[in-house]
């Protein structure tokens, strides 16, 4: 059964940092691209991040761009989502998707996600 488990969320103060981990079961993620997303309550789903795993650049949401970076390690089977500068709008729960299809990574058209993990930022 496959599965992905994220976690390394938390409380920070706004201007912090937190690593975000994504780790698989059951299926291998150098065979997929991979993605971040989040949604608050009053936001909706939101695209955060991509890595393509065969080797494509990686996209960042504009929101985020300069102060996240998504990032792979296919010997753990996991795939990282680095959150510096933290700001309280960042205040989300965050996903990671697994995808065969890179068109879909934006439209948060994933095959596989986890369950989330809470990030709340404070100001």
């Known amino acids: 059964q496959a599965h992905l488990v994220e976690s390394g969320g938390g409380l920070v103060q706004a201007g912090g940092s937190l690593r975000l981990s994504c780790a698989a079961s059951?299926?291998?993620?150098?065979?997929?691209?991979m993605g971040w997303f989040r949604q608050a309550p009053e936001k909706g789903r939101e695209f955060v991040a991509a890595i393509r795993w065969t080797g494509g650049p990686t996209i960042l949401a504009e929101s985020v761009k300069g102060r996240f970076t998504i990032s792979r390690d296919n010997a753990k089977n996991t795939v990282y989502l680095q959150m510096n500068s933290l700001k309280p709008e960042d205040t989300a729960v965050y996903y990671c998707?697994?995808?065969?299809?890179?068109?879909?990574?934006?439209?948060?058209?994933?095959?596989?996600w986890g369950q989330g993990t809470q990030v709340t930022v404070s100001s």
């Open positions: 998707g697994a995808t065969q299809n890179w068109a879909d990574v934006r439209a948060l058209r994933y095959r596989y």
């Open positions: 059951g299926l291998t993620l150098s065979t997929y691209d």
